[in-house]
């Protein structure tokens, strides 16, 4: 059994991550910290509860720390724990620059200890369907991939994700996610082009953003905005034979918030009425078959199940620090052009395993 405890008690910890910490027979759950001490100990009165994470880290019995505090904490916390020889999972974004995101992933090496980055994203439903998509060819050659988080959020709201300072703003909130995915699918593109702005009224950090990802003859756009209303456009796929395109979210997150329990079958199945449809049409350009694409089941659990095995099995890791530190450059290249107003070259040679390996 590999023991838990889970810095922070906020949305992340309580939908994200303790539901699969509690439905995993390979975890046991020994500590939480959290400023709510006294609804932590109320529904957890088996478990020890510190107010202060840097005490439970370096007290608790636990093998693994799963960091869901805000941004700005996630760096000094995995490094005490990766000190401490404790397995760290960080939530996104992995940190609030490159510099430390590739200094924990060579301190992770050096412990021999394993850190990785909750992209739980990858695990969608949908993703897990483009994903085969774009892998069978039967688009043939990608050309142009729009995928797109937006919301209708358009009233700042007063909470830290909002409040300016570093790793603050949608592009490393949202933005992680969508970049992720797109070097899950095509790799590092050889260019950017990014527009972050702050549209809402009162918005004191970044709350929409366009980036463009260029790459030798493909278009890859990422986009969020807080003022779209449904239907929400998720992703779009154009290739030389045909195209794809897929509106809403994957249903775990509201399934989680709703109190669905991960081990059910209903879990991460999306409804026919929510299936993206693919196009395909002859070499002039001519439709010739329309259909629905059935949406994958989502699982976040197999991103818990590939971390146990990492553990306890030394077999690959989900999410690899180097993996989330390529993603944190990329937030920070497109930060670069949008304030530059210019094309910015993308070079991640030091993010590769050669390097942290010899280095």
């Excluded at 202060?52 to 608790?60: G, N, R, S």
């Excluded at 995101?101 to 969608?124: C, E, F, G, M, P």
């Excluded at 899950?184 to 918005?203: I, K, Q, V, W, Y």
């Excluded at 779209?228 to 994957?250: C, E, H, M």
């Amino acid at each position: 059994m590999i023991k838990v405890a889970v810095v922070g008690y906020g949305l992340s910890a309580t939908v994200f991550h303790l539901p699969f910490v509690a439905h995993n027979k390979q975890f046991v759950l020994v500590a939480i910290s959290s400023s709510q001490l006294e609804i932590v100990q109320k529904k957890y009165s088996q478990i020890d509860v510190y107010a202060d994470a840097q005490l439970m880290i370096e007290q608790c019995s636990a093998d693994l720390i799963i960091i869901t505090s805000p941004n700005l904490s996630h760096f000094p916390l995995a490094k005490l724990a990766l000190e401490s020889g404790k397995h760290v999972i960080v939530e996104k974004p992995m940190t609030a620059t490159s510099e430390q995101a590739l200094y924990l992933a060579k301190l992770a090496q050096q412990q021999a200890l394993v850190l990785s980055v909750y992209h739980n994203r990858r695990w969608d439903g949908d993703f897990l369907t483009l994903a085969q998509l774009v892998k069978s060819a039967q688009l043939g050659k990608i050309k142009v991939f729009n995928s797109h988080f937006d919301r209708f959020r358009p009233t700042v709201r007063n909470r830290w994700r909002e409040q300016p300072g570093a790793g603050a703003g949608i592009l490393y909130d949202l933005g992680s996610h969508l970049i992720d995915q797109a070097l899950c699918l095509f790799g590092a593109p050889h260019s950017l082009t990014a527009n972050c702005a702050m549209l809402r009224d009162g918005a004191t950090t970044t709350d929409y953003f366009q980036v463009m990802l260029h790459y030798a003859n493909m278009e890859v756009v990422l986009q969020s905005s807080p003022f779209s209303a449904d239907p929400n456009i998720r992703f779009q796929l154009q290739g030389t034979k045909g195209s794809y395109i897929k509106y809403g979210l994957d249903p775990q997150e509201d399934q989680l918030g709703e109190g669905l329990s991960p081990g059910v079958p209903a879990f991460g199945v999306e409804p026919p009425s929510a299936y993206g449809k693919k196009y395909i049409a002859d070499a002039d350009g001519e439709l010739q078959k329309v259909t629905k694409l059935q949406t994958m089941t989502g699982s976040y659990m197999d991103y818990y199940n590939q971390l146990a095995a990492a553990i306890t099995e030394d077999v690959n890791v989900p999410v690899t620090a180097l993996e989330g530190a390529k993603v944190i450059k990329l937030i920070e290249l497109a930060e670069l052009s949008s304030a530059t107003k210019q094309r910015v070259d993308v070079d991640l040679t030091p993010f590769s395993n050669e390097v942290i390996n010899t280095g």
